[in-house]
């Protein structure tokens, strides 16, 4: 309370130019993926600053105050004023509204008496020092040919229709003072560009979600997108700053399992737990599988759960199995038992005897089991009550040679038993009364 108290004589002692300073001090309000990060890797002096957010996480700020920054010659951004900057965004229209005119663009950022004066005839900001930033849109990189800058702020990157030919034109204006450099802000879309920028040694990398941002955000938009895209690809990207790819030869695509994702599942006839258990416990070993789907009166089946950790002992999996059993009240647990035979049994009935328990064995590669499965989404079969990021990022990444990380797909091979139990394998014992 002392502290709170000293606070508030403090503030209450400020005159109207003190506060505008305190406010405007954005070493004082900045996170840290906010501030200009001090070298690339191995220590070099970074050449781009790409920072991927998503949607209100403050990137537009983050740009605006370096911006502002650089025009000023303020460390950490800049030693000496930056006498010529580019700005680019997607659209004029973008430029105005959103890089100078925005609420968090350059014009809001900078206290009265260090204010650019905008020209919206010539698109550029003057500063009272002599800078200039000058406007572009990235739909004419043609613009771009013949101007020279010592930095440039990029808004919006990953949705520029002709990104790569206007990066390009700006590379070549990159050329004044002893080390150009640019930022880049944008949620990310899957780009050759941006896989490249991320790839490149002498860039450093900020990342962002909207969630990180929840102060300066209203409470009832933030509680509504997560609660409607949380979890989803649309959320991962535009909320967290995710770039969610597809395989070219993977089984699934995100925007199948997007088309067939749903709020709640139905009353179902029969509920399954699958259990692809682990050959080991120890660290680093592959995770256990644990999924949980049911199947409807019209022969719909729908995912509902995915419980698979690793890490687990045997007791531990079978435990949490057996949880995700009763809370669904599904009719049995269905267990691969080619690690354990008896064994993966015996763990279940430890922990309750009392769970019907069906046996599975793989005798086919695990592709050939999974398309099968993946036909029954293409033909609408499947639904997701919810959204399982990490099993669908298995299944969107799952081809012929398995995952691209070389690991085991253990979700993967736990949905496709419970899939191939409901719809495509023998039943399970009969099922049980269901009470709705």
């Keep these: 309370m002392a502290d709170a108290g000293a606070a508030r004589t403090f503030l209450s002692g400020l005159d109207e130019a003190g506060a505008e300073r305190l406010l405007t001090d954005w070493e004082i309000w900045a996170r840290p993926d906010q501030l200009p990060p001090p070298a690339a890797s191995g220590g070099r002096p970074w050449t781009t600053w790409l920072v991927l957010g998503g949607r209100g996480a403050g990137k537009t700020r983050a740009g605006a105050e370096w911006v502002r920054g650089l025009a000023l010659g303020r460390p950490p951004f800049a030693p000496a004023p930056v006498g010529r ?27 009265a008496a260090e204010r650019p004066r905008w020209e919206p005839t010539r698109r550029r900001l003057v500063w009272p020092n002599g800078a200039v930033a000058q406007g572009f849109s990235a739909e004419d ?62 860039t450093v990398l900020s990342r962002a979600t909207t969630a990180q941002n929840a102060f300066h955000l209203a409470p009832a938009f933030l509680d509504t997108v997560l609660a409607r895209y949380g979890g989803t690809r649309l959320g991962r990207q535009e909320l967290e700053g995710e770039i969610i790819e597809d395989r070219p030869d993977a089984l699934w695509t995100r925007s199948a399992l997007e088309a067939a994702r749903e709020a709640a599942a139905p009353p179902l006839a029969r509920v399954v737990v699958a259990l692809d258990p682990p050959a080991s416990s120890r660290a680093g070993a592959d995770a256990c599988g644990i999924i949980a789907a049911g199947i409807d009166g019209e022969g719909l089946v729908h995912v509902l759960a995915d419980a698979t950790a690793a890490g687990l002992r045997p007791a531990q999996w079978a435990a949490r199995a057996i949880d995700l059993w009763r809370t669904h009240e599904a009719d049995a647990v269905v267990a691969e038992v080619n690690q354990g035979g008896e064994m993966v049994r015996s763990v279940l009935a430890e922990v309750d005897a009392s769970v019907p328990v069906v046996s599975v064995r793989a005798t086919r590669g695990k592709y050939l089991r999974a398309e099968p499965v993946a036909a029954l989404y293409e033909q609408g079969r499947v639904r997701h009550a919810g959204a399982f990021p990490a099993l669908e990022d298995e299944m969107c990444d799952f081809g012929p040679e398995g995952l691209s990380s070389g690991r085991s797909p253990d979700r993967l091979d736990a949905l496709v038993w419970a899939v191939t139990q409901l719809a495509l394998g023998p039943r399970a014992p009969a099922p049980r009364v269901r009470r709705f």
């Design 141 to 202: 990189p043609e613009s771009l040919r013949g101007p020279q800058f010592e930095a440039a702020w990029l808004d919006e990157l990953a949705k520029w229709r002709r990104a790569e030919a206007v990066f390009d034109m700006l590379q070549f204006g990159l050329r004044l003072g002893a080390q150009p450099r640019q930022m880049v802000t944008t949620t990310p879309r899957p780009s050759a560009l941006l896989r490249r920028l991320m790839a490149d040694p002498s």
């Design 85 to 111: 900057i580019a700005l680019v965004a997607e659209t004029m229209g973008d430029l105005r509204e959103v890089m100078v005119e925005g609420v968090s663009g350059l014009l809001a950022v900078h206290p």
